[in-house]
């Protein structure tokens, strides 16, 4: 392991050249924005096409106007630049902030202020109270005589509790000395740090206790001093400052798809036509009169019979060009524009996603869509279906079980130990007599300690002072200061904590607090009574839901610690050096960790959140599997299930535990086979006992850590997965975090859309691993918030996020991207079927310019409002009916067969528009007698082509509003105004006169009619004879006349809206008017959803109050909620 040195005070000693203080966090510089931007813009693959087809209309037989092509994709492109160096500058605003700040640096033997992008490794800083670190640094002295200084690290890691810092003696007065530093390189662990502190010949162990990490602040002292190890962007924070990793929708998975489908069907166009032109060459080539011409223009290469390639090579580049809105250049901007304004105005902005003063935050729109098609959704448990808010509830000692509130003073003081350890053995500061910690359970514990007499009071030096009860004497209470000799922390790998301390007799304690599954393989020998009878209250206190840890101690030998600490010392330095340095420190801590004595186990409560029931059920009834990964105990994390409604008495319960095997953590070979072959057996039953039985039947699998060691090896990895996806619902316990993101990985591997949710740091690599990844900004900081894609304050919104939100947002998309792909398609295969009356000859059918503004112009309105405000039926009938969001799952609004009719639909009306013209044009007049051409034509069926795309948003809209119907009418008006401009600049072309004829108004009124008509006998058949679940809502809506605002939504409320099985009222008065179901509605059933937690809506006549913790927003209906 490479070491860094540091000199302090001496420069002179220091030859390494180290990254200076100065950060930046900008995407580009002003040298290399302009390449690197336009870069990034190319590496899409639609503006890399248009690129190409925009260099195609650059030679000299192109049928279009290169200009015509350029300047739509300049737009798009500097649009995009413009955008990106918005986002930049405002980057470089803040980095300048920072950089500019001040800080006081010792400077000989006085202060002076300096920049912070002026400070270097070595110099040695005063910070003051509130400001903060502006590096990485060594903790050397403070303005507190027990050199203890609080930092909050909120604008870190987000935890609000304030942390405990210690600087080492040695450190009070080195401000002028020389000294030295050797610690490890500069990483990204913001919980880890290894190093020595050089000085003279002595050398002394520098741990995380010592570090000041830059983006935290001083708290509750008046300054600190400090040496510089790591600046700029070495520093911890900056190395954890990167970008949640890319995801791509399954949507845009499948629009890529389809855009190669495009990219085929344009070649196929191509390559028709490219046929057709040599076809056509060799029998009319004599007809054209172009022998001997060639020299003359290179496009009559194009019609040589004799030059079959380079013919068939020319006519492909002039048809690519013609043909390119086959692809669509605005789509993908119109898709990231309505995904933004989805994120930031609709869910960043919901009102009823509020707890508090938080907000539900779109960290990113990319997944916004993600949200409608869920099927599984894994969860941590505490702090996201729990409040992590701890309170001590009972306990365990002496073979005896107490409730808090009925221990008395004689049990108390015949247990000391177990007391003593709960305010000992612990992470907690005491500030203002307030505790803080980073651990909610810890601060109960404490607390549970203080109300018995034993009161943590302060933190010094070395060690750490109780206040504790005279019991013996019944006196007044009395100090004991405990010199703290060596801290073993809590971990994932560990699961426990470890603090050896001298009391002032010179008596030597180690206490221990952890999971049960580790302390009590590490127990003495003869305590087997004991440990039974604390084995049976851990599974009592587990199955009422407690959270629960065993505690220990151990009585150390002077002689024996004395020999042991020089291991451990000589461990401690060696991290630095060795490669598995941090493993031969855990051995170390195992030698001590042994042979301890039970004193008892702890049981905290936490409550489930308000609203998690609800949530689950409404969640379940939308088809969505629901996963619970924690790393409590089996027998909390079932009764936990059970609270929630995940697990109910209807389900068969798989249950694969490793206290089934008594030999699980052995180190033999044969045990570990057997073992495995043991739980695959296991696994093989339960999975046959789920095929066999009955389909209505449901299933729970119940899994441990240690089980899923095996299970999830290559072996019995797809039987766990059979296994998992045949249940309804799957909760591991005992797992860590990497297990966490392993099962997340298996599910979608299986190609399941998963959403992980978690509140913890421990949750980050189960995040990261789902396809969406959600926060919860709760208790224990925003490392999980940092790592999401969406963060909400409860999981309970997780119903409008996923059923309201999700589903309007998937259901949008799809309509935008099927209305793209129409438009196009109709646009480009009337130019195709031209292509045929012109000998193939490439022949542009329509203006330039009328081509280049299809897109960006003329069809671009409607789309946006078909995005942004399309509602197939309102958020509280999706909140009254969650089965509505199992289309999504099912991927029934974008799939093969919708786009196969997308397909005929616009070969269809390609060809009633274009042929409706050409045949009602052959004897067509205007004004002045003349028969119509080319232009004329042109002209009619472009019109028409407006006309009818427009109108459809119409057809494939559920919810016709105003802005649906100003966006077509603006469209139209726009096209036309812009018509009438453009061709004034022409005096062949009078649109006047096309217009005073009667055959165009003729065709403009029929045309429409007879295009959309496949279109509406289409949806009205698949309406009335295959309707999805959202259209026999909108038919009960339609024939119950009722008001959905009507309902009043409290929590816990057993009134509310009508069951899903009311539905059949509607569909029977469907099949009076002719309709046949082809569902089944008699099996469905559903109960009551209580819907939204803490929120009551009241409808009024003319407004609503919406009541949110004492909150009042008054809300104007102006529609549908």
């Not at 420069?11 to 990254?19: E, L, P, Q």
């Not at 000294?179 to 990204?188: G, K, L």
């Not at 400052?241 to 399954?250: G, L, Y």
Request: hydrophobic content about 40%; overall charge neutral; charged content about 20%.
């Amino acid at each position: 392991m490479t070491c860094r040195t540091i000199h302090f005070n001496d420069r002179n000693a220091t030859s390494v050249k180290f990254v200076g203080n100065s950060i930046s966090t900008t995407k580009y510089t002003p040298y290399n924005f302009l390449l690197k931007g336009i870069i990034q813009q190319f590496k899409r693959h639609a503006n890399l096409f248009f690129l190409a087809t925009s260099i195609l209309s650059l030679l000299p037989f192109s049928p279009v106007n290169s200009l015509s092509n350029w300047v739509p994709l300049t737009t798009v492109i500097i649009a995009s630049l413009i955008k990106e160096a918005y986002e930049d500058w405002q980057r470089f605003q803040n980095d300048r902030k920072v950089n500019e700040a001040t800080v006081a640096i010792w400077r000989g033997r006085g202060l002076e202020s300096i920049s912070w992008k002026k400070l270097k490794v070595g110099d040695i800083v005063r910070v003051y109270k509130n400001a903060f670190f502006p590096a990485d640094l060594l903790f050397l002295s403070c303005a507190d005589k027990d050199g203890v200084c609080h930092i909050e690290t909120a604008n870190l890691d987000g935890e609000s509790h304030l942390k405990a810092k210690q600087a080492l003696a040695v450190t009070q007065n080195l401000l002028g000395s020389k000294f030295e530093v050797q610690c490890e390189p500069p990483n990204n662990s913001l919980y880890t740090f290894t190093g020595d502190l050089i000085l003279g010949d002595g050398k002394f162990a520098l741990s995380p206790n010592q570090i000041l990490l830059r983006g935290c602040s001083l708290r509750n002292i008046e300054y600190i001093d400090g040496a510089v190890l790591f600046t700029g962007h070495e520093t911890k924070m900056m190395m954890n400052s990167m970008n949640v990793p890319f995801k791509r929708s399954t949507l845009e998975k499948k629009l890529n798809q389809l855009m190669l489908a495009l990219f085929i069907t344009l070649m196929v166009m191509t390559l028709i036509g490219a046929i057709g032109r040599i076809v056509f060459s060799k029998y009319k080539y004599y007809y054209l009169g172009l022998r001997g011409k060639h020299g003359e223009n290179s496009s009559y290469l194009m019609f040589d019979p004799d030059s079959h390639f380079l013919a068939y090579y020319l006519v492909m580049c002039n048809l690519i060009a013609l043909y390119s809105t086959v692809i669509p250049l605005s789509l993908y901007i119109s898709i990231e524009m309505i995904k933004f304004v989805q994120s930031t105005q609709f869910i960043n902005k919901d009102p009823l996603m509020y707890h508090g003063n938080t907000p539900a935050l779109a960290r990113t729109s990319n997944m916004i869509e993600e949200l409608g098609q869920v099927e599984y959704i894994l969860s941590d448990k505490t702090g996201t279906l729990t409040r992590n808010m701890m309170e001590f509830s009972k306990c365990s000692f002496g073979g005896e079980l107490y409730e808090a509130g009925k221990l008395d003073r004689g049990t108390v003081e015949k247990n000391m130990e177990f007391f003593r350890c709960l305010a000992i053995c612990h992470s907690v500061i005491c500030v203002d007599d307030n505790y803080h910690s980073a651990s909610p359970d810890e601060i109960a514990l404490v607390i549970a300690a203080k109300e018995f007499g034993f009161e943590f009071c302060r933190r010094t030096f070395d060690g750490i002072c109780v206040r504790e009860s005279n019991f013996e004497q019944n006196g007044d209470p009395e100090y004991v200061e405990c010199k703290i000799l060596n801290v073993f922390e809590f971990n994932s790998t560990r699961k426990r904590q470890s603090i050896i301390c001298r009391y002032p007799c010179g008596r030597l304690v180690l206490y221990c607090k952890g999971s049960d599954d580790v302390i009590l393989k590490k127990l003495a020998d003869g305590q087997d009574n004991l440990k039974d009878s604390i084995s049976i209250h851990l599974r009592q206190f587990g199955c009422s839901g407690l959270r629960t840890l065993c505690l220990a101690y151990k009585v150390l030998d002077k002689y024996a610690y004395e020999s042991w600490n020089k291991k451990y010392v000589k461990a401690v330095g060696a991290q630095n050096i060795l490669e598995d340095g941090h493993k031969q420190l855990d051995k170390v801590q195992e030698l001590i960790e042994k042979d301890l004595t039970l004193i008892g186990c702890t049981a905290v409560e936490d409550k489930l959140q308000e609203g998690v029931p609800a949530c689950i059920q409404s969640l379940t009834r939308a088809g969505i599997k629901i996963w619970v990964m924690t790393g409590d105990k089996m027998e909390t994390t079932i009764s936990i299930a059970h609270a929630c409604k995940l697990i109910n008495d209807q389900m068969k319960q798989f249950i694969i535990s490793s206290e089934t095997y008594a030999d699980m953590n052995s180190g033999s070979q044969v045990n570990q086979d057997q073992i495995e072959q043991e739980i695959e057996n296991k696994i093989s039953g339960y999975l046959s006992e789920a095929k066999g039985s009955q389909e209505n039947s449901k299933f729970a699998l119940v899994i441990d850590g240690n089980c899923l060691v095996y299970a999830l090896s290559p072996r019995l990895r797809s039987m766990l997965l059979d296994l998992s996806l045949t249940c309804d619902s799957v909760v591991c316990c005992r797992v860590s975090p990497l297990q966490k993101a392993q099962v997340t990985s298996m599910v979608k591997g299986a190609e399941k859309i998963t959403l992980s949710i978690g509140d913890g740091a421990n949750d980050v690599s189960m995040i990261l691993a789902a396809n969406v990844g959600i926060g919860i900004s709760g208790q224990e900081g925003t490392q999980a918030v940092m790592a999401s894609d969406f963060s909400i304050a409860q999981f309970r919104f997780l119903t409008d996020l996923l059923l309201v939100h999700g589903r309007w947002s998937y259901i949008r998309l799809c309509k935008v991207i099927s209305y793209f792909i129409c438009k196009n398609l109709t646009f480009a295969l009337t130019q195709f079927w031209f292509t045929f009356h012109t000998g193939f000859s490439g022949q542009g059918f329509y203006d330039d310019w009328f081509q280049s503004l299809y897109n960006v112009i003329f069809t671009a309105l409607p789309v946006i409002v078909i995005g942004l405000f399309e509602k197939d039926v309102s958020a509280i009938l999706l909140r009254k009916y969650p089965e509505l969001y199992s289309e999504g799952i099912k991927n029934a609004f974008f799939n093969w067969r919708l786009v196969t009719f997308w397909f005929l639909s616009s070969v269809y009306q390609s060809l009633i528009i274009f042929h409706l013209v050409i045949l009602s044009g052959d004897k067509a007049q205007n004004s002045s007698c003349h028969l119509f051409g080319i232009w004329e034509v042109s002209t009619m069926a472009y019109t028409l082509v407006i006309v009818t795309v427009n109108l459809r948003v119409l057809l494939i809209s559920s919810s016709i509003t105003k802005l649906h119907i100003y966006s077509i009418a603006l469209s139209i008006v726009v096209f036309f105004i812009f018509t009438f401009i453009y061709y004034l600049m022409d005096s062949k072309k009078n649109i006047f006169v096309l217009m005073t004829t009667l055959h165009f108004y003729r065709t403009l009124f029929v045309g429409p009619i007879v295009a959309l008509l496949f279109d509406f006998i289409h949806q009205g058949m698949q309406r009335w004879f295959f309707p999805y679940k959202y259209q026999i809502i909108q038919e009960r809506k339609l024939s119950s006349r009722e008001d959905e605002r009507d309902f009043d939504y409290v929590e816990g409320s057993k009134k509310g809206p009508s069951q899903w099985g009311d539905i059949k009222k509607a569909w029977e008065a469907c099949k009076n008017r002719g309709m046949q179901s082809p569902i089944d509605l008699s099996s469905q059933r559903v109960q009551v959803n209580p819907s939204l937690a803490e929120l009551k809506i009241t409808h009024k006549p003319s407004n609503a109050t919406l009541k949110n913790r004492g909150h009042d927003i008054k809300l104007g209906w102006a529609g549908d909620a």
